[in-house]
């Protein structure tokens, strides 16, 4: 990344943060799903349903949420002039 434009590293902050949240929605889900399905079944005797547009709209939440956060962390590195921190020790 040495001597890369600002558009570059801010795509591949957008990737790493992107993939970041998409890994941590499905793991997020699935761990979810798993658990809410185990209590329904063991404590309330009934069979569990799923709702896809509920599980689409919280994973499309979460990238958007992990995106966005990780960008507002790391905007002011994007904003300063790449010599000056080069210069620092």
Do not use: Q
């Not at 699935?30 to 005797?45: D, F, L």
């Amino acid at each position: 990344t040495l001597g890369a434009r600002r558009g570059a590293i801010l795509r591949m902050f957008l990737i790493e943060y992107a993939l970041l949240g998409a890994i941590a929605a499905l793991f997020g889900l699935i761990a979810g799903c798993a658990i809410a399905a185990a209590v329904v079944m063991i404590a309330m005797k009934i069979d569990p349903s799923v709702d896809l547009v509920s599980l689409i709209v919280i994973a499309v939440v979460a990238v958007s949420a992990t995106v966005l956060l990780g960008l507002i962390g790391n905007g002011r590195i994007l904003a300063e002039k790449p010599a000056r921190r080069l210069r620092e020790p």
